[in-house]
């Protein structure tokens, strides 16, 4: 069976960052500097991608600034014809860098805000970085570039969204990301300090539709859905392998940026494998496309046409397999594995990734 | 309700390009890529910022062969949906 083309590629060009946020969605296990892949190998891969169908192209990290060749790739997306998005924390990105970046071709930049205010920021950062950011944010919108902004949500800032909308709204952002925290890596060690309430959710819903219904045409506000206070899964990855794929700061080649969390995949790497065999052959792609490999409930229910059967990754990671229904969803028989963490007491602390 | 820009242009954030692969039109911006038919398509490229819809509908009867009153209702749900998606403004 050929798989359908890729759309999107997310390279992670580096770990390195100067946060060091207790939601990061980064493995456990960082990669090296001495470890990254060099430029050449990545300007390959982006040939690669483009001719693979890939259109789409978000440089991420870690904080993707402190990958010196950073430049010379986005002008590589650029001439291969892909759209290229920077999504970074903000912190080194002065006037300089962005017009530099600009000229190179970048189209967009989307920068993380952990709050409203400095004080709970700085905190969430685990680094003095909320007024750096606004500062490379007006510098961003100053240079006349689209802005994006991106706020993870948890219960220390989940209530204080018209105070962030607000702020966005100021800093002239075109686009304001509300994700609530998705489960995996460090996120899902501090679940106890970062998993809000029932009700927090249900108020942030109301808050960020009243908004974005009142910002539409200006502003669009997007709200991802914490997924553990829903009945169904999530449509993860608009099914497994079928739109696009991540190559991480070492050169392995995942369809999911979280799939590390699945123990018994294997990546193939793309310093012995070309993106296009990877993508129609690895293993690692193969396993959950299609339906074939669903279980029950989702093998006979009509709704896997739109869930895919939620997420590969947190079947693992809750149930410890990856070939089973996502546990959020109310027909799988874990559900009460769900229902368990939603019930644990909430912590004070989270832990710092290192 | 979308707001109804009355001189639709295409936003900072989106960029037309044809498709490397299938030479169809698509709108890139910083989530994906939405695939345009090729009125959509025709319309998206009138869209400078300077014609009101109305002018949109009139250059596409003229290009179509068209009344301009049968168009305007498709050309303005066109422009209200790409809108909505933060494709035009």
Same mark, same amino acid.
């Given at each position: 069976?050929?798989?359908? $083309?890729?759309?999107?590629?997310?390279?992670?060009?580096?770990? $390195?960052?100067?946060?060091?946020?207790?939601?990061?969605?980064?493995?456990?296990?960082?990669?090296?500097?001495?470890?990254?892949?060099?430029?050449?190998?990545?300007?390959?891969?982006?040939?690669?991608?483009?001719?693979?169908?890939?259109?789409?192209?978000?440089?991420?990290?870690?904080?993707?600034?402190?990958?010196?060749?950073?430049?010379?790739?986005?002008?590589?997306?650029?001439?291969?014809?892909?759209?290229?998005?920077?999504?970074?924390?903000?912190?080194?990105?002065?006037?300089?860098?962005?017009?530099?970046?600009?000229?190179?071709?970048?189209?967009?930049?989307?920068?993380?805000?952990?709050?409203?205010?400095?004080?709970?920021?700085?905190?969430?950062?685990?680094?003095?970085?909320?007024?750096?950011?606004?500062?490379?944010?007006?510098?961003?919108?100053?240079?006349?570039?689209?802005?994006?902004?991106?706020?993870?949500? %948890?219960? $220390?800032?989940?209530?204080?969204?018209?105070?962030?909308?607000?702020?966005?709204?100021?800093?002239?952002?075109?686009?304001?990301?509300?994700?609530?925290?998705?489960?995996?890596?460090?996120?899902?060690?501090?679940?106890?300090?970062?998993?809000?309430?029932?009700?927090?959710?249900? %108020?942030?819903?109301?808050?960020?539709?009243?908004?974005?219904?009142?910002?539409?045409?200006?502003?669009?506000?997007?709200?991802?859905?914490?997924?553990?206070?829903?009945?169904?899964?999530?449509?993860?990855?608009?099914?497994?392998?079928?739109?696009?794929?991540?190559?991480?700061?070492?050169?392995?080649?995942?369809?999911?940026?979280?799939?590390?969390?699945?123990?018994?995949?294997?990546?193939?790497?793309?310093?012995?494998?070309?993106?296009?065999?990877?993508? $129609?052959?690895?293993?690692?792609?193969?396993?959950?496309?299609?339906?074939?490999?669903?279980?029950?409930?989702?093998?006979?229910?009509?709704?896997?046409?739109?869930?895919?059967?939620?997420?590969?990754?947190?079947?693992?990671?809750?149930?410890?397999?990856?070939?089973?229904?996502?546990?959020?969803?109310?027909?799988?028989?874990?559900?009460?594995?769900?229902?368990?963490?939603?019930?644990?007491?909430?912590?004070?602390?989270?832990?710092?990734?290192? | 309700?979308?707001?109804?820009?009355?001189?639709?242009?295409?936003?900072? %954030?989106?960029?037309?390009?044809?498709?490397?692969?299938?030479?169809?039109?698509?709108?890139?911006?910083?989530?994906?890529?939405?695939?345009?038919?090729?009125?959509?398509?025709?319309?998206?490229?009138?869209?400078?910022?300077?014609?009101?819809?109305?002018?949109?509908?009139?250059?596409?009867?003229?290009?179509?062969?068209?009344?301009?009153?049968?168009?305007?209702?498709?050309?303005?749900?066109?422009?209200?949906?790409?809108?909505?998606?933060?494709?035009?403004?």
């Amino acid at each position: 069976m050929t798989p359908p $083309r890729p759309y999107g590629l997310l390279a992670e060009l580096t770990h $390195r960052c100067p946060l060091s946020c207790p939601y990061c969605s980064n493995p456990l296990e960082l990669t090296a500097r001495e470890e990254e892949l060099p430029a050449e190998v990545w300007v390959r891969v982006l040939a690669q991608a483009a001719q693979l169908g890939v259109v789409q192209v978000g440089f991420s990290g870690g904080e993707p600034l402190l990958y010196r060749d950073l430049p010379r790739l986005i002008a590589t997306a650029r001439s291969e014809g892909m759209y290229s998005n920077l999504i970074t924390s903000g912190l080194g990105l002065d006037a300089a860098r962005v017009r530099e970046l600009r000229s190179e071709g970048l189209d967009a930049i989307q920068i993380s805000l952990q709050a409203d205010e400095a004080t709970l920021g700085d905190e969430v950062a685990g680094a003095s970085a909320h007024e750096r950011k606004l500062e490379a944010a007006r510098t961003v919108v100053a240079a006349g570039f689209p802005l994006g902004l991106n706020v993870v949500l %948890h219960r $220390r800032n989940i209530d204080r969204l018209d105070a962030i909308i607000a702020l966005a709204e100021s800093l002239g952002a075109m686009r304001l990301e509300l994700a609530n925290t998705q489960f995996y890596g460090w996120a899902f060690r501090n679940r106890a300090a970062l998993l809000p309430t029932l009700e927090q959710v249900r %108020h942030a819903e109301q808050t960020a539709s009243r908004h974005a219904a009142r910002l539409a045409g200006r502003m669009q506000v997007i709200y991802v859905l914490p997924d553990y206070y829903e009945q169904q899964p999530k449509p993860c990855l608009h099914g497994w392998a079928s739109r696009s794929l991540t190559v991480n700061p070492r050169g392995d080649v995942l369809p999911c940026q979280a799939a590390n969390a699945i123990p018994d995949l294997a990546f193939d790497n793309v310093r012995t494998h070309s993106l296009g065999w990877i993508w $129609r052959e690895s293993d690692a792609f193969n396993r959950f496309r299609g339906f074939e490999w669903m279980p029950e409930p989702c093998q006979s229910c009509p709704e896997r046409e739109r869930d895919f059967g939620g997420c590969r990754c947190q079947a693992a990671l809750l149930i410890g397999d990856a070939a089973n229904t996502d546990p959020v969803c109310e027909f799988s028989p874990n559900r009460p594995v769900v229902d368990a963490i939603l019930a644990e007491p909430a912590a004070d602390a989270w832990t710092y990734r290192g | 309700m979308p707001a109804d820009p009355s001189h639709p242009r295409l936003a900072a %954030h989106a960029r037309r390009q044809l498709d490397r692969l299938t030479g169809a039109p698509l709108l890139l911006h910083p989530e994906g890529a939405v695939e345009l038919s090729e009125t959509a398509d025709a319309i998206v490229q009138l869209c400078d910022g300077a014609r009101t819809t109305e002018e949109i509908a009139a250059a596409l009867a003229a290009e179509y062969d068209a009344a301009p009153d049968a168009l305007h209702a498709d050309v303005q749900a066109c422009i209200a949906e790409l809108t909505g998606r933060g494709l035009l403004t």
